[in-house]
Antibody, heavy 122, light 107 residues
């Protein structure tokens, strides 16, 4: 079955960096776009970034543009979210999610990892 | 930014009752709306995509409808495991997709 396992979360000071990883299994990884979606404490969901199935096309939410970047290594079935210049507003559970569609991203999130908590605090 | 407004914020019902959840978009999003369920301590789960298509493995008691700016998720007869928070999400303005604030279905 489809599995997405996030790692790399933790507590970090404002202004510092963190890299999240998402290791996937159970599906044709190189045929699906992968997204990151976050959820602040007691809050709703916010889409953050997507990387195309072949890694060529990448998009980041305006709230993170210039600070976050996304990449993937299809040989390792892994997606990364590099987060720089973190602020307290970035505190959230970060989920990686698989796009429902094959090839082109359609922004429907049909499988989710368990999430990794990022806490930004001094 | 397309804003999705969900109502009510909380729905108090009993098992076996029918639940009707609403999601209103700030502009026309055609049928590009999805619904997710999030149980406490769990990740969201895709229920419905493109307004009315059930995702794989989703029971038939979940039905999505609507187009344009007004959408509805109906749960025909609530099971104990259906008590959760439900979010709608639009993809018209990709990559700037947005989620609604959620409706909590409680006993």
């Amino acid at each position: 079955q489809v599995q997405l396992v996030e790692s790399g979360g933790g507590m970090v000071q404002p202004g510092k960096s963190l890299r999240l990883s998402c290791e996937a299994s159970g599906f044709a990884f190189n045929r699906h776009a992968i997204h990151w979606v976050r959820q602040g404490p007691g809050k709703g969901l916010e889409w953050m970034a997507v990387v195309a199935n072949d890694g060529r096309d990448k998009k980041v939410a305006d709230s993170a543009k210039g600070r976050f970047s996304i990449s993937r290594d299809n040989s390792k079935n892994t997606v990364y979210l590099q987060m720089d210049s973190l602020t307290v507003e970035d505190t959230a559970v970060y989920y990686c999610t698989k796009d429902l569609a094959s090839q082109a991203a359609e922004y429907h999130f049909d499988s989710w990892g368990q999430g990794t908590l990022v806490t930004v605090s001094s | 930014e397309i804003v999705l407004t969900q109502s009510p914020a909380t729905l108090s019902l009993s098992p076996g009752e029918r639940a009707t959840l609403s999601c209103r978009a700030s502009q026309n999003i055609r049928r590009f709306l999805a619904w997710y369920q999030q149980r406490p301590g769990q990740a969201p789960r895709l229920l419905i995509y493109d307004a009315s298509n059930r995702a794989t493995g989703i029971p038939a008691r979940f039905t999505g409808s609507g187009s344009g700016t007004d959408f509805t998720l109906t749960i025909s007869s609530l099971e104990p495991e259906d008590f959760a928070i439900y979010y709608c999400q639009q993809r018209t303005s990709w990559p700037a997709v947005t989620f609604g604030g959620g409706t909590k279905v409680e006993i």
